[in-house]
């Protein structure tokens, strides 16, 4: 039998929403801008994100050129010309303050901390989104899932680096917010702004085209005749063309350029990959992102979910919170490319999902038949459980994140470094003679090559490697013929008996790591 998830709760007074629901929403959110800003200048200027240079270098190119193609299609343009308004406040702010005095004075390495400060905030902002959305089930359920976002280590991470990943989560949460706007006020209006934010969500990375779900679910179900609908979608699907246009006008104008690279990514996309299945990984990385508890609430609260889809009461509104989840993961799961940032448009719904089992986890015990006092602690208990684990994680993530060294290295061999929570201390030593990688937490993998694939590959030396990643997603600096420093991201530790890990390098297939004989 599927679980009851509570409904909206009693309208609160006033005062209880301005003294008490206020104040803890400006916690949350404060807690959330502090875990994102947190040692937000880690690894500046040689350390930087492994794809952070892609977006800051043409940023700046755009600045000094005055050219505004971005020549590069792998991702749409929307947040490099976000990036493109920051850089240039950056670069006037510098110049009153005595920093430089021409544009060729700068460089890529002078705009990386305010472009980060911007992810921090997209990042903040979908806490509030979030906060926004919940309130359709009542004010507990908005604030617990804001809270849990808040802390989610993946995207305390994310919101850390210059990407295109916190910005596309952000707008697809906005589409949400939106859309379930439109169903309670069900004018062309309101679908035309929900739709316009599927394409600004597409605008930022494409695969947040998949937000357009929830906006054309709602145009279909809401009442009205067949020709209101037909207008619904019209509507929806314009508006949503005229969003990406906006983002990425150079679509349309460098055609051919954008068909190419388009094209490309969806052959690598659609190819057949081998190991692990990609949803397996994928949940995966959820667990990891929200912790064992809040993972579990939130597998209940998609199940609680589809049932209230079905049987009601909001139907509507329970079908938005379940129908681009399970869209979304499926067409994730089944590419060939799998990372875990590819997560960050997932994580507020599950965050809702998640927050939904919780409150009616709270309202269970509210009812007990037990002093309130007992009541009261154990529903705080209840609440730690699950936001304590995600919370725990996202704060070693930035304690380690700040002793991220900078260590210039030759141009040639200059990589990104990125590490995630839970690998403590992360160095990049000069010393070249040092041991490949150290005994950690029980992994010992010390030879300086191992085989990946039938191939030897070398890790460029650094204390936390691919062999002895402790958590999914880790990345580290790979030396490869194949993808010569490539960023390679850890998908599975000890997966078959003789095997130290799986590893992804850019888009090659999945290579399994073993010792290498002598």
């Not at 490869?480 to 992804?504: C, K």
Request: glycine share 8%; with cysteine; net charge positive.
């Amino acid at each position: 039998m599927s679980p009851r998830l509570a409904g909206p709760d009693p309208r609160p007074s006033s005062r209880d929403l301005d003294r008490g629901g206020r104040l803890l929403l400006v916690v949350i959110l404060a807690a959330a801008a502090t875990l994102r800003v947190w040692n937000i200048g880690g690894g500046i200027p040689d350390a930087v994100g492994v794809d952070e240079p892609q977006i800051m270098e043409r940023v700046v190119r755009m600045m000094k050129t005055g050219d505004f193609n971005p020549h590069f299609f792998d991702w749409p343009s929307l947040t490099f010309y976000l990036q493109l308004v920051v850089a240039c406040f950056t670069f006037l702010s510098g110049a009153m303050a005595g920093k430089w005095s021409h544009l060729d004075h700068v460089s890529a390495a002078d705009f990386y901390f305010n472009g980060r400060l911007l992810t921090a905030a997209l990042g903040t902002a979908t806490v509030w989104l979030v906060y926004r959305a919940g309130l359709r089930w009542g004010r507990t359920q908005a604030l617990l899932a804001a809270a849990l976002l808040a802390v989610v280590p993946y995207h305390v991470r994310e919101s850390h680096f210059v990407l295109t990943d916190v910005p596309a989560g952000l707008l697809t949460t906005l589409v949400l917010v939106l859309t379930l706007r439109a169903r309670e006020r069900p004018g062309l209006r309101a679908f035309a702004l929900a739709g316009l934010a599927a394409g600004l969500a597409a605008s930022a990375k494409y695969n947040g085209l998949i937000a357009i779900v929830m906006p054309l679910l709602a145009a279909w179900v809401a009442s009205g005749a067949a020709a209101v609908r037909v207008q619904r979608t019209v509507v929806i699907l314009a508006a949503a063309g005229l969003g990406f246009l906006v983002g990425t006008p150079y679509a349309v104008l460098d055609l051919p350029a954008f068909l190419n690279d388009y094209a490309r990514l969806a052959e690598i996309f659609a190819r057949e990959r081998g190991g692990e299945p990609g949803w397996s990984i994928y949940l995966k990385h959820l667990a990891l992102a929200l912790g064992r508890p809040a993972f579990y609430l939130a597998l209940v609260g998609l199940a609680g979910a589809l049932w209230r889809t079905v049987r009601g009461p909001g139907r509507l509104r329970w079908a938005q919170l379940a129908a681009f989840p399970v869209v979304y993961f499926h067409v994730m799961a089944n590419s060939y490319q799998i990372y875990g940032r590819y997560l960050m448009p997932l994580l507020p719904f599950a965050s809702l999902l998640a927050a939904a089992s919780l409150t009616a986890l709270l309202g269970v015990v509210g009812r007990l038949p037990m002093p309130a006092l007992a009541r009261r602690v154990a529903a705080t208990v209840l609440v730690i459980v699950a936001i304590a684990p995600p919370a725990r994680v996202a704060i070693d993530f930035n304690r380690s994140f700040g002793r991220q060294a900078t260590v210039a290295r030759p141009p040639a061999a200059r990589t990104a470094w990125s590490v995630p929570p839970g690998n403590g201390s992360i160095r990049l030593p000069s010393d070249r003679r040092r041991p490949l990688a150290q005994q950690r937490r029980g992994v010992d993998v010390s030879p300086d090559r191992c085989v990946a694939g039938g191939s030897a590959f070398r890790l460029l030396p650094t204390e936390c490697l691919a062999a002895g990643a402790q958590r999914l997603e880790d990345r580290v600096d790979v030396e490869d013929t194949a993808a010569p420093h490539a960023a390679a991201h850890v998908l599975q530790r000890r997966p078959e008996p003789g095997v130290v890990g799986q590893i992804g390098i850019g888009a090659e297939p999945i290579k399994n790591i073993t010792r290498r004989r002598k």
